[in-house]
């Protein structure tokens, strides 16, 4: 039963992560997403910065503060070490998922490919 729920799990970590790289892509790209990096703005710009600078640096926290050892060790004494990596991917997407969300657009073209 623990291997099948394990299984789930990974597979939960590992479709979310599609999900979520797809979504940042017309996210970075304006492609089929309702609010992208460059849509237009909604707030006052200094708002909108500080808001930004915020999720981005939690997104750092959380996305640093994991790979660290320290975290590691605590967290194998939380979940078992075959569902370390599926965790560390999952946490990922959730602070994605909510840099998506709450992203104030700065107005102006923030990123353009050269495709």
Same mark, same amino acid.
């Given at each position: &039963?623990?291997?099948? *729920?394990? $299984?789930?799990?990974?597979? @939960?970590?590992?479709?979310?992560?599609?999900?979520?790289?797809?979504?940042? @892509?017309?996210?970075?790209?304006?492609?089929? *997403?309702?609010?992208?990096?460059?849509?237009?703005?909604?707030?006052?710009?200094?708002?909108?910065?500080?808001?930004?600078?915020?999720?981005?640096? #939690?997104?750092?926290?959380?996305?640093?503060? &994991?790979?660290?050892?320290?975290?590691?060790?605590?967290?194998?004494?939380? @979940?078992?070490?075959?569902?370390?990596?599926?965790?560390? *991917? #999952? &946490?990922?997407?959730?602070?994605?998922?909510?840099?998506?969300?709450?992203?104030?657009?700065?107005?102006? *073209? $923030?990123?353009?490919?050269?495709?």
């Amino acid at each position: &039963m623990k291997r099948i *729920v394990s $299984v789930i799990y990974g597979l @939960i970590a590992y479709l979310t992560f599609l999900i979520t790289f797809l979504y940042l @892509i017309g996210f970075e790209e304006n492609l089929l *997403v309702p609010k992208s990096l460059d849509s237009a703005p909604t707030e006052r710009l200094s708002t909108a910065l500080l808001i930004n600078l915020a999720l981005i640096g #939690l997104f750092g926290l959380q996305h640093s503060g &994991m790979a660290r050892p320290g975290f590691k060790k605590w967290c194998l004494k939380t @979940i078992p070490s075959h569902l370390e990596r599926s965790t560390y *991917v #999952l &946490m990922t997407c959730l602070m994605l998922i909510l840099l998506f969300w709450q992203w104030r657009p700065l107005g102006g *073209v $923030v990123w353009k490919s050269r495709i």
